[in-house]
């Protein structure tokens, strides 16, 4: 056979491209129409540059190039041959059959495709085809099966190289993105000028730009492959850092609002309340009330575990504000949430001795005369504190005094609303940055804390409060789901509820929700066909979503069948059950949120793990969740067992943005971390004309963070 193609790179263009091409649609390149543009967008995809940074899931290994008398079952390789023969055929279950016989000299050997008719005009005799792939045996002959198939050409791009395996969607096949990625890395590439100034590239030992690109496409080898991987995760990285640490300057040089705050005042708040504050939140509080006094912004993290009691911690800072003459603003991620949280708050000032607060209720859902009147009060100052969704960075929101800025489960929230709730700040003297609190029940690993967290002050309520009963956990082997159902009825008749949570899908959350739907209808037709039954997946809209909830909450269904999305921070005190099909695919920390689901009444809760699979490792795993009820614990652990990437790029991080995240290990962010700080005290405001290109990535990556100034 003639040796394998040399890979080809074009030669280099100097770089000329405003970056602004990056942001093209991508129906500006060949072959793209708005049909595809819509499915590509399920995959993230939306401009040229997110082609660009658009990485492959694996990477299949056809370097192995073989003559056909050496083939050996079940190695992957490829083989260069000639088509001898081709047929079709139909099966008799109806199926189309294309079959080629091939030869290189050495020998012969037969591939069979299904369902691919049209493959009988692509592949004819007496071409030159590549076919990469498994080596699998019919009637005791080596064959192959469906496999990856191209002419022979200069440059192969499906077979006889490490090939690229992309996520893909319905109507986008692998064939098509690896050729539209190709081409779009092959033309931009070589034009993108590389922000990564020379310093900081020569003393890292990082590849350059372009090459990083191409190579982590069309890797030539896997050193190139890891090479290209480690320049494009450190970049990623280094400019978040820069990001996170831009802010952390502005704001503490930005103006704040002196809060007056006297002691009795916090006295009389705490006093009122229906129980005692645990030692961890009183530190908490400790802290905040510093940073109130303080003239600069507060910026603090308040972390805490599920049911470990931050709403009364930032009750009691909105408390403070009103008593000094200012207002608040308290954002939750569903309308729900908010719901919660406002009938929350009622309680919490129930017997608060001052003048009773003003507290309104912002969401969606609020329309007509009531909106109105709501941004009226917001305005004049009439309304103290606000608790609301998103409707409250809306544009006609406008604040007349509002100092504190409270986000709960912040990780939902994008930096960009985060920074637009901050923006709301000021009074008739003038703008200034409000005091920030974010809560999150979702641990970090200390180790992760100063990379996530680098621009905050972190204050950790990591005590529960009394007479909290454990939720009691159990890994539950397949064969005895049966029992689990019975467990579950026995508790739904003794006037309780369940969640059901169905197994993670991967691959898209159009399968998942099928799955889901699926599951749902064979729980409620056979297992549970008496029992009143509701289902929630991420497909629904928002306020089919929101509308399940209620109802569940409301008792008026006893099982919730659930994909992931159950997951955010709701209430059910009735709930007493939470069961996880499928566990050993999630994350443990997540798992740990589930059973936090449960567990908020009088009553005794159960968290039932069903493993599918049980790997020894899976099993280790999830022995952790049983033995230990610690967010932190757990959450060290999947950093350990499952690395970094699990925190960095998913929405537990609250930088969903990261999408280099899964390429980076701790040693590498560490580097980073120490680089990004050298780099900032040297060049704070990013002004060396050296920096330009990198002062502009920073921003891009971070719009509006400079605005906040
Ligand atoms: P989370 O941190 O998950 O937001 P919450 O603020 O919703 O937790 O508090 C969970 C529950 O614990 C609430 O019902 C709250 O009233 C109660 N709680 C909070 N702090 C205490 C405490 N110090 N003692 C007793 N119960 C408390
Ligand atoms: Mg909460």
């Known amino acids: 056979p003639p040796p394998p193609p040399p890979a080809r790179q074009p030669a280099a263009r100097p770089p000329v491209a405003e970056p602004a091409g990056l942001q093209a649609p991508l129906t500006t390149l060949r072959g793209v129409g708005p049909q595809q543009a819509q499915r590509l967008a399920r995959l993230g995809l939306s401009t040229v540059g997110d082609l660009l940074y658009f990485l492959p899931r694996r990477y299949d290994d056809f370097s192995n190039l073989k003559t056909i008398n050496r083939l050996e079952y079940g190695e992957e390789v490829t083989i260069i041959a000639t088509v001898v023969r081709t ?139 890891e090479a290209s991987r480690r320049r494009l995760a450190f970049d990623e990285m280094f400019v978040f850092q820069l990001g996170l640490l831009r802010q952390r300057h502005v704001w503490r040089s930005a103006p704040g609002r002196l809060l007056t705050i006297d002691d009795e005042t916090l006295q009389a708040f705490v006093l009122s309340l229906p129980f005692a504050l645990t030692g961890a939140q009183q530190r908490a509080l400790a802290a905040i009330v510093a940073d109130l006094r303080s003239e600069r912004p507060m910026n603090r993290l308040l972390q805490g575990d599920v049911g470990s009691g931050k709403t009364v911690v930032a009750a009691a800072a909105m408390a403070l504000t009103m008593a000094a003459g200012a207002q608040s603003a308290l954002m939750a991620p569903t309308e729900i949430l908010a719901e919660q949280h406002y009938h929350t708050l009622q309680r919490l000032f129930a017997q608060w001795p001052g003048r009773p607060p003003v507290i309104r209720l912002l969401t969606g859902s609020v329309l007509g005369a009531e909106r109105e009147e709501i941004y009226a009060g917001l305005a004049d100052g009439s309304i103290d504190i606000v608790v609301g969704t998103h409707a409250l960075i809306q544009e006609p929101v406008t604040f007349r005094d509002m100092a504190l800025a409270v986000i709960d489960e912040q990780h939902r929230f994008g930096v960009v609303q985060r920074l637009a709730l901050r923006q709301k700040g000021g009074n008739a003297d003038g703008p200034y940055t409000p005091h920030m609190l974010v809560m999150t029940a979702t641990p970090i690993p200390r180790s992760l804390q100063l990379t996530l967290w680098g621009h905050l002050d972190v204050s950790v309520i990591d005590e529960m409060p009394p007479g909290r009963q454990p939720v009691e956990t159990r890994v539950i082997p397949p064969r005895a789901r049966e029992r689990a159902y019975a467990f579950l009825r026995a508790q739904v008749e003794g006037g309780r509820q369940a969640f059901i949570i169905c197994p993670l899908v991967e691959e898209s959350d159009k399968i998942e929700a099928r799955s889901a739907v699926e599951e749902y209808e064979r729980l409620q037709k056979v297992i549970f066909p008496d029992l009143r039954l509701g289902l929630l997946h991420g497909r629904m809209k928002p306020s089919e ?43 443990l920390s997540q798992l740990h949120q589930f059973r936090g689901r449960v567990g908020r009444g009088e009553h005794p809760s159960y968290c039932l793990l069903v493993s599918d699979s049980p790997s020894p490792e899976a099993e280790e795993r999830l022995a952790v969740v049983e033995a230990t009820t610690d967010g932190f614990v757990l959450a060290q652990k999947d950093l350990e067992m499952r690395g970094p990437g699990e925190f960095l790029g998913t929405q537990q991080s609250g930088f969903p943005e990261l999408k280099m995240a899964s390429l980076t290990n701790m040693r590498l962010l560490e580097e980073v971390r120490e680089a990004a700080f050298r780099f900032f005290e040297s060049d704070p405001e990013l002004s060396d004309p050296a920096h330009q290109l990198l002062a502009r990535r920073v921003q891009e990556v971070w719009q509006g963070v400079g605005e906040v100034s």
């Open 545 to 587: 979503k929101e509308a399940t909830m209620a109802a569940f909450a409301a008792g008026e269904l006893d099982i919730l069948v659930a994909t992931s999305v159950v997951e955010v921070g709701i209430d059910v005190p009735n709930a007493t059950v939470m069961m996880v099909e499928g566990a050993e695919r999630f994350g």
């Open 87 to 225: 047929e079709v055929r139909q099966t008799r279950g109806g199926t189309g059959l294309f079959k080629a016989v091939l030869t290189d000299q050495s020998g012969y050997v037969e591939a069979t495709w299904f369902n691919q008719p049209y493959l009988e005009e692509r592949i004819r005799r007496g071409q030159q085809i590549v076919v990469s792939g498994k080596v699998d045996e019919y009637l005791g002959r080596l064959c192959f099966t469906s496999p990856e198939w191209e002419p022979l050409q200069r440059e192969q791009l499906h077979t006889a190289r490490l090939v690229p395996v992309y996520p893909l969607t319905a109507g986008i096949n692998g064939r098509w993105l690896r050729q539209l990625v190709k081409r779009t890395v092959d033309f931009w590439a070589g034009r993108l000028p590389d922000h990564l100034p020379d310093s900081v590239r020569q003393e890292h030992d990082l590849l350059p730009l372009d090459v990083a690109l191409r190579q982590v496409h069309y890797p030539d080898n896997r050193e190139q492959l």
